[in-house]
């Protein structure tokens, strides 16, 4: 049976190199046509493995697995443009999400904007935790530093509804900023992973500049902020932007760019163990 422990040993399998069906089928110890199996539902499913096969029609034909960040994300010329403005940005004022948003056809997109100080007031979690009860398998955050997993009001209580997912077995992975300013929110979501005796929480270390979730590869939700500048007829007041994707095209476009940046990032067990070596003198 499929399950996360199965998922997890293939995917750790498969991102240190290529490997072929019948590799795969002898490291969990299931037969070729069980593996291929899995194989394809967690590309479907997931995202985070794709798979090509040489000498296809032949009996020579081999069929390899690899790791969905070792493939270009892009397949137009306006993703490849986008692709290389995200991939090297690194702070959330480097990328504006409308940049995304103009290209996705209007039936399939949504949005609203608020201006306020604080997200949190303007309404925003009664609509993110109804788009994150929706997940029934996978959700993906690009973060700046997990500061969301603190963020609550009376009625909704993020990290509650992150703890309930994670007790579902959803799996939850991250790209974010691990460092001294957040790792308090980092160590936070990981626990989870100790609550429930499962790896379902994995979170990558990586300067980005993407504020957004994307839901079992069906849904992105993306968030943009702009300040004001003080200058006349601009901007006076801060301005949240949040949009709503639910193109399968841009969706997993979206979803190859984070499996691009996971793969190439450092986990955040390896980072917060060398931050513990730090000593802090008065």
Same mark, same amino acid.
């Given at each position: 049976?499929?399950?996360?422990?199965?998922?997890?040993?293939?995917?750790?399998?498969?991102?240190?190199?290529?490997?072929?069906?019948?590799?795969?089928?002898?490291?969990?110890?299931?037969? +070729?046509?069980?593996?291929?199996?899995?194989?394809?539902?967690?590309?479907?499913?997931?995202?985070?493995?794709?798979?090509?096969?040489?000498?296809?029609?032949?009996?020579?034909?081999?069929?390899?697995?690899? +790791?969905?960040?070792?493939?270009?994300?892009?397949?137009?010329?306006?993703?490849?443009?986008?692709?290389?403005?995200?991939?090297?940005?690194?702070?959330?004022? !480097?990328?504006?999400?409308?940049?995304?948003?103009?290209?996705?056809?209007?039936?399939?997109?949504?949005? +609203?904007?608020?201006?306020?100080?604080?997200?949190?007031?303007?309404?925003?979690?009664?609509?993110?935790?109804?788009?994150?009860?929706?997940?029934?398998?996978?959700?993906?955050?690009?973060?700046?530093?997990?500061?969301?997993?603190?963020?609550?009001?009376?009625?909704? !209580?993020?990290?509650?509804?992150? !703890?309930?997912?994670?007790?579902?077995?959803?799996?939850?992975?991250?790209?974010?900023?691990?460092?001294?300013?957040?790792?308090?929110?980092?160590?936070?979501?990981?626990?989870?992973?100790?609550?429930?005796?499962?790896?379902?929480?994995?979170?990558?270390?990586?300067?980005?500049?993407?504020?957004?979730?994307?839901?079992?590869?069906?849904?992105?939700?993306?968030?943009?902020?702009?300040?004001?500048?003080?200058?006349?007829?601009?901007?006076?007041?801060?301005?949240?932007?949040?949009?709503?994707?639910?193109?399968? !095209? +841009?969706?997993?476009?979206?979803?190859?760019?984070?499996?691009?940046?996971?793969?190439?990032?450092?986990?955040?067990?390896?980072?917060?163990?060398?931050?513990?070596?730090?000593?802090?003198?008065?």
């Amino acid at each position: 049976m499929l399950n996360q422990d199965v998922i997890k040993k293939i995917e750790d399998f498969v991102s240190v190199k290529p490997r072929s069906i019948q590799e795969v089928a002898n490291h969990i110890g299931k037969n +070729w046509r069980t593996a291929d199996r899995y194989i394809k539902d967690i590309e479907k499913d997931f995202g985070t493995i794709s798979t090509r096969t040489f000498r296809e029609g032949t009996r020579g034909a081999l069929k390899i697995v690899y +790791w969905a960040g070792m493939e270009k994300a892009a397949s137009s010329v306006f993703q490849k443009e986008l692709e290389e403005k995200i991939m090297t940005g690194k702070e959330k004022y !480097d990328f504006s999400a409308f940049d995304i948003f103009q290209y996705v056809d209007d039936k399939n997109k949504s949005a +609203w904007v608020r201006k306020g100080e604080d997200e949190v007031k303007l309404g925003r979690l009664t609509d993110f935790s109804k788009l994150l009860v929706k997940a029934k398998k996978q959700i993906l955050f690009f973060s700046g530093n997990l500061s969301f997993v603190n963020y609550k009001t009376k009625d909704v !209580d993020i990290f509650t509804i992150l !703890d309930d997912l994670v007790k579902k077995g959803i799996s939850l992975k991250v790209v974010c900023k691990v460092d001294v300013t957040g790792s308090e929110n980092v160590k936070k979501l990981l626990s989870l992973n100790y609550k429930y005796g499962k790896e379902l929480v994995e979170i990558h270390h990586r300067e980005q500049p993407l504020r957004a979730t994307i839901i079992d590869q069906d849904l992105c939700n993306l968030k943009e902020v702009k300040e004001p500048t003080g200058r006349e007829k601009e901007l006076k007041n801060k301005t949240f932007m949040f949009y709503n994707l639910n193109d399968k !095209d +841009w969706t997993s476009w979206m979803t190859r760019i984070f499996w691009k940046m996971f793969s190439s990032s450092i986990d955040a067990k390896k980072r917060l163990e060398q931050m513990n070596k730090l000593k802090y003198v008065d």
